[in-house]
């Protein structure tokens, strides 16, 4: 099993920035790939970032492309989401995931961490 622990949420207003953390512990060897998705109210589950963890590779959805950047810390088995340039619509429930497959099929999540932008 892989543990998930995020932080970093908060509120912020349009504009601003926040840079989120998601520590791993656990099985983390078997991790192939670590991402981000987001639920806001009333709506599905949204992909935002993913990062491969043996080479670093990104890839992102759309609509934060140019605004957020996937990173992560291979020595402290952390992944970040540094997300600038916020917008109201951005507010959601932040959720870190694990996957142990390629290509990624996220098995294992974090609690999720709160973003509210206020415009």
């Known amino acids: 099993q892989v543990q998930l622990v995020e932080s970093g949420g908060g509120l912020v207003q349009a504009g601003g920035s926040l840079r989120l953390s998601c520590g791993a512990s656990?099985?983390?060897?078997?991790?192939?790939?670590l991402g981000w998705f987001r639920q806001a109210p009333g709506k599905e589950r949204d992909f935002v970032a993913g990062?491969?963890?043996?080479?670093?590779?990104?890839n992102y959805a759309d609509f934060v492309k140019g605004r957020f950047t996937i990173s992560r810390d291979t020595a402290k088995n952390t992944v970040y989401l540094q997300m600038n340039s916020l917008k109201p619509e951005d507010t959601a429930v932040y959720y870190c995931?694990?996957?142990?497959?390629?290509?990624?099929?996220?098995?294992?999540w974090g609690q999720g961490t709160q973003v509210t932008v206020s415009s």
């Open positions: 990062i491969r963890w043996s080479d670093g590779s990104t």
């Open positions: 656990g099985r983390t060897f078997s991790t192939s790939h």
């Open positions: 995931a694990a996957s142990v497959f390629t290509p990624p099929q996220y098995t294992h």
